[in-house]
């Protein structure tokens, strides 16, 4: 039963298969057959390269070329194409087909002629031909198609065949296409060389005697070659050539001249890409419109100029914006790099700070350390400050705060030039800017054999202006640049102010703080008491729980906001007055040991009052220093000093 299935089966396939072979096949070339034979063109519209319309119309006659894939306007005016379109043309014609057609040797027996069907003197001949017109050889003959009326119904055109032996009825469709606007025609952009494809930008005012800016990119940054040597502002010029590249033209001039704005240009504006550049020559701009007596001209209006680009006869006029005029214009300043310094945040190595200006001031400089063996590779890596003392002793080495380092070299990477003051300073400049002894000098010192930078900061006499000089050891540089005073004031030559904020190391996790006492020395008034479980617990409740687990978390890792120089003092000079400690703070420590048994050490720590909303002294004796607090900290010990005497905190009225 089994063998009689599969036979029956193997049979079908058969005959299924010899089926789709013998027949199906046939259908389908005999379909393929067929749409050729209403194609109206065959294998020489395959490959057009050139393509003329000749119209009766006025002005409506064009001529399209092919250079590799892009079209051309040739004709009435030198022109890019717009793509789109010439490439819907030439489907058009590929893709024509006719719905009917008859012999035009037949039209006698008819007593009819061409001239009945409008073929005679054709209102539009469309002439295409294959193969790279500028090549010579290889060209074929070129294919020449009429089109005549339109039929009765107006649907359907007449056009007569390349051998003129048929005249085929297709549908209208095809002088659609061909009767396409020539502003529709014509590609609408200027500059065609795109952000991403540039290298190179010249701006040339004033034609071959005027002032020329050639900017060059290498990599991924932007750097001036002329009139200058300098760095300039990749964002910038970005933006300036999308600006470029979004300029259209507003109108043509019917007649192209001889000559025109590329002979007697104005502004000379070239882009550079990849094998190819374009230049776009600005001549005289349109005289404006005649105002009404009393009216001022309105300045946010773009300015018309008669313009033609390199390569090109046809002559436009182009609406310039005035803000891209003046960014064209004084291209050495607005395309400048602002920043003042270039370099890799994680390449410094060491940062010396000095002043030149203030010779008692001894020099430091931050040194990164390498990271330590137990430490994660994506940890910051430590720092230390190198204080350089004086006579026959070495120099003297303090943990640095990584935030306050990592925020110097951040604003040393921000720093921009309000404006660029001079690129080729006269003695007298440099002396007028307090370079020949700087406020500060700051060295940046960088790991793979990169040169160190060094940046000089002076200033004007009157310090009315602060200003910028980076170079290296041996030369100071040509550039000069005013910036924010700010920038000075980040630069303080204190150990103390790029020390570690860490006061004392943090307690081990295994111990605890058992109790907590704040007496207020003047009035010898207990504020808090509070003893801790070991979980942490607090009895009696503090009237502020988060504030006391605030100065509970703060005693076991000590952290100051500054430090202040001269060691422990019995009272602090701050606001003009000598302050006295106001408060005390007692906190015991239990530590364990070996064999169960616990230790208990106490740490004292003193509080001057609030002064202001963010400044309060601490100080340790045993530790011998005194800091400012952080906000946080100040704002929990006023909760629990001055929280009941607040006016704002007024008690519950009784019911």
Do not use: C
């Not at 070239?270 to 550049?277: K, S, V």
């Not at 720092?383 to 026959?392: E, H, I, L, N, P």
């Not at 790991?447 to 009157?462: D, E, F, K, S």
């Not at 740490?603 to 309060?616: A, C, I, K, N, W």
């Amino acid at each position: 039963m089994r063998t009689k299935v599969t036979l029956v089966l193997i049979f079908l396939n058969v005959a299924l298969f010899f089926f789709i072979f013998k027949f199906e096949r046939q259908w389908r070339t005999e379909n393929r057959r067929q749409e050729e034979r209403r194609r109206v063109l065959g294998p020489e519209a395959a490959d057009i390269r050139s393509l003329e319309v000749t119209t009766t119309a006025p002005g409506a006659s064009y001529r399209l070329v092919r250079t590799r894939d892009t079209w051309s306007l040739v004709k009435p005016l030198e022109w890019p194409a717009n793509d789109r379109a010439a490439s819907s043309i030439i489907h058009e014609l590929q893709l024509l087909e006719h719905e009917t057609a008859f012999k035009v040797a037949d039209l006698e027996k008819s007593s009819l002629s061409l001239a009945d069907y409008g073929l005679e003197k054709p209102k539009i001949i469309v002439a295409f031909a294959s193969g790279d017109p500028k090549a010579g050889a290889g060209i074929k003959a070129p294919t020449e198609l009429r089109i005549g009326d339109t039929t009765k119904d107006g649907k359907r055109l007449y056009i007569l065949s390349p051998d003129r032996q048929y005249v085929h009825i297709v549908n209208r469709s095809l002088v659609d296409s061909l009767s396409v606007p020539l502003d529709q025609l014509r590609a609408d952009s200027l500059l065609s060389v795109r952000v991403f494809e540039a290298r190179s930008v010249l701006l040339q005012t004033d034609g071959a005697t005027g002032v020329r800016v050639r900017l060059r990119r290498e990599g991924t940054r932007w750097t001036f070659e002329t009139p200058i040597l300098a760095r300039a502002s990749k964002t910038d010029i970005e933006l300036t050539i999308n600006r470029l590249n979004a300029l259209r033209a507003t109108a043509f001039s019917p007649t192209p001249t001889s000559g025109g704005p590329s002979a007697t240009a104005t502004f000379r504006i070239t882009i550079e890409g990849n094998n190819r550049q374009e230049t776009l020559f600005l001549g005289e701009p349109l005289p404006s419109p005649a105002l009404p007596a009393g009216a001022k001209p309105d300045l946010s209006k773009p300015v018309e100029y008669l313009a033609q680009l390199d390569g090109r006869s046809a002559i436009f006029t182009v609406a310039m914006p005035r803000d891209l005029l003046d960014l064209l214009r004084n291209a050495q300043e607005t395309l400048r790099e602002k920043r003042i310094l270039d370099f890799d945040p994680t390449a410094v190595t060491a940062i010396a700070l000095s002043a030149p200006a203030q010779p008692k001031e001894a020099p430091l400089t931050l040194q990164r350390l390498e990271p330590t063996a137990d430490q994660t590779a994506n940890a910051a890596p430590p720092w230390q400050v190198v204080v350089r003392a004086s006579g026959t002793q070495g120099p003297r080495t303090l943990p640095a705060d990584r935030a306050a380092v990592q925020r110097l070299i951040d604003q040393l990477s921000l720093a921009s030039a309000k404006l660029f003051k001079s690129d080729a300073p006269t003695n007298a400049d440099v002396e007028e800017w307090g370079f020949n002894s700087p406020l500060r000098e700051i060295t940046l010192t960088f790991g793979a054999g990169q040169p160190p930078v060094v940046l000089r900061i002076g200033t004007a006499p009157n310090r009315s202006a602060y200003y910028a000089r980076v170079g290296t050891a041996t030369d100071a540089g040509n550039s000069i640049y005013e910036i924010n005073p700010d920038l000075e004031r980040e630069l303080p030559l204190s150990p103390l102010a790029w020390r570690d904020r860490t006061v004392t190391e943090p307690l081990p996790p295994a111990a605890r703080i058992s109790t907590v006492k704040l007496t207020d020395l003047e009035s010898h008034q207990v504020l808090l008491e509070a003893a801790f479980t070991p979980q942490g617990e607090a009895t009696p409740a503090p009237r502020d729980p988060p504030a006391v687990q605030q100065i509970v978390a703060w005693v076991r890792a000590l952290r100051a906001k500054t430090f202040v120089g001269g060691g422990f003092t019995e009272k602090v000079s701050a606001a003009g007055d000598d302050r006295p400690w106001r408060y005390q703070l007692d906190a015991t420590i239990v530590l364990p040991s070996a064999g169960g048994a616990e230790q208990t050490a106490v740490r004292t720590l003193l509080f001057t009052e609030r002064l202001g909303g963010s400044q309060q002294y601490a100080g340790a004796k045993e530790l011998d220093t005194v800091f400012t607090l952080e906000q946080p900290l100040i704002d929990a010990l006023w909760s629990l000093t001055y929280g009941p005497r607040d006016p704002g905190s007024r008690p519950a009225p009784k019911e």
